[in-house]
Each structure stands twice: as structure tokens, then as C-alpha cells.
């Protein structure tokens, strides 16, 4: 007891140490980034706090501060002043078993553009044979894409270890539609350098999908610089994403260029995948003539 007593202490010392100050910068510190969020090292806390009496006021003071910290970083309210004016984008990765027909359900309407990670070619049909006057798109690699206006697909690319970057255009918006390998394995940073390597930084473009990357990654810092992430922008709630509604890791993101105005940003919950849903609502680009 003793010797589980120590090693969950020193666990919890490396994993805060990392999450605050190494992050994933290494790949060995990655791994332990990726797997130990706050609140996994708040529970092995609470754990510490029943099972070593020696250190529990301690260990309490220690789980208050994590709380208040966890809380002030996860937690988004920019719903003032929002509204559902504009473009409404929705991603979700459906985990392979839901259709598009069931996106609308739970989005409660249907969107203009939805982005169905994990999609099949049964549910596509099924939905395209009920609406007939919509417009659909099923990648190689399984990513669905839905739209009320005509669509463009331009590109799609896949790296070798299974990450893919689609892109499309409708509603005069350039689309980039990203599935990252859930390999944990694997190096974010190569990952993400694939996206970055796949895409053009530009006005009205939207880079959305499930980047299996949490937003407090070193390796966002070309997005936060050359986009705006919605739910940051105009979300209410925890911003995690992942896993089966419990607020783990943000794991699935909306990017938007500056140039598109964030009217609101919301995190649908539903227990038909282990990912939510995220919906925003952007400003519709003015077209020059």
C-alpha cells in the first residue's frame, strides 16, 4: 500500500508538471499529456486524499486549486449578445454508426453545411434518396459532407498514417474538413504539420473536423494565430468534446479567418457518440462584384 501510496503521488507531480509547463513538447511528455487531463489528475487526487490520511489537507488544498484551475480554463461563456443569424456549420464525428439523417435529429434542423466524420456509404444513400434536392459527398476516406447549396469537392489528402485533409467549397467559403489519426502513437506535431502543409491560410475559410488533438496542445499555435476557434469565441460550456459527454479532451474543433464574424457557437451532447457535436453560426461572406 505504501509503494501505491508514493508511486500515485509522484504520477500526479509528473502530470501536473507536464500539463502546465512541458506539455506535448516531447513525445514521451505527450503521451502522458494526451492521457492524464485535469480531471484525470483531479481524480487520482481524490484518490490520494482517501487512501493517504498523512497528506490529505494538503491534498484537498491541492484538489481545490485544480478545480478552480480546470474550471477557469475549460469552462466558456461568450453567449452575450449571440445569435443564429448566418451560416449554420455543424461537425460531428458520428463514430461510424449514425447517419446523416440522425445528425439533423440531433441538431434538431438541418444545417446548411455538416461535416460527418466516420461516415458510411449506406447512410449517405439513405439520406440522399430522401433528400433528393440537397447535395452530398462521401470521401475514400469516410467523411461525409452535406450541403443545402451546391458543392465543390477540390482536394482530398491522405498522409500514411491515416490522416486526412478534404477540401471543399460551398457558400462561397473554403472548407477544410480534417480526421487525424486517433493513434496516440503517433506525433501531434507531424499530424498537425500535415493539416498545416494542406491548407491555405485565407479569408472566408473554415478548417473544421476531429483534429484527436486537445486545444491546449503546443502545436495549435499556427491556428490560434491565423484563426479564430468558434466555440472560444461565442461558446457557453465546457469546451471538451470527448469522451461520451464527460468533459475529458477538446478534441474536435471549428476554425474560422478573421474575416467571417462568430455569431454562436454551441456544443451538442448526445450519448450516439463518444464525440459532441459542435454547431456554429458565422457571418455569410460578401461576394465583390
Known amino acids: 500500500m505504501k509503494q501505491l501510496k508514493t508511486g500515485i503521488q509522484v504520477l ?51 484538489l481545490l486549486v485544480l478545480s478552480v484551475i480546470w474550471y477557469f480554463k475549460s469552462y466558456v461563456s461568450n453567449h452575450n449578445h449571440t445569435s443564429k443569424n448566418g451560416l449554420e456549420i455543424v461537425v460531428w464525428n458520428a463514430g461510424h454508426n449514425q447517419s446523416f439523417e440522425e445528425a439533423f435529429l440531433e441538431n434538431k434542423r438541418i444545417p446548411d453545411v455538416l461535416v460527418l466524420i466516420e461516415c458510411n456509404l449506406k447512410s449517405i444513400q439513405k439520406t440522399q434518396n430522401t433528400y433528393p434536392n440537397y447535395y452530398f459527398h462521401l470521401s475514400e476516406e469516410e467523411i461525409g459532407i452535406f450541403s443545402r447549396t451546391p458543392l465543390k469537392i477540390i482536394s482530398e489528402v491522405t498522409s500514411e498514417t491515416n490522416s486526412t485533409v478534404l477540401k471543399f467549397s460551398t457558400n462561397n467559403i473554403i472548407f477544410y474538413a480534417v480526421d487525424l489519426t486517433a493513434e496516440i502513437f503517433n506525433s501531434r506535431k507531424e499530424e498537425l504539420q500535415f493539416v498545416y502543409a494542406n491548407i491555405e491560410y485565407h479569408n472566408n475559410s473554415v478548417v473544421l473536423g476531429d483534429f484527436n488533438t486537445p486545444l491546449e496542445s503546443i502545436y495549435f499555435e499556427d491556428f490560434k494565430n491565423n484563426y479564430n476557434h468558434a466555440f472560444s469565441v461565442k461558446g457557453k460550456g465546457f469546451k471538451e468534446t470527448w469522451f461520451w459527454n464527460l468533459p475529458l479532451l477538446s478534441l474536435d474543433h471549428i476554425w474560422v479567418s478573421h474575416n467571417l464574424k462568430i455569431n454562436k457557437t454551441d456544443k451538442i451532447t448526445t450519448w450516439k457518440s463518444d464525440h459532441s457535436m459542435l454547431r456554429t453560426y458565422v457571418s455569410r461572406p460578401t461576394i465583390r462584384k
Open 12 to 62: 500526479i507531480i509528473i502530470a501536473v508538471l507536464i500539463h502546465f509547463r512541458v506539455k506535448d513538447y516531447f513525445y514521451v511528455s505527450a503521451i502522458i499529456f494526451y492521457a492524464f487531463p485535469l480531471p484525470i489528475i483531479m481524480l487520482l487526487t481524490s484518490f490520494s486524499i482517501i487512501v493517504n490520511k498523512k497528506w490529505r489537507k494538503i491534498s484537498m488544498l491541492f
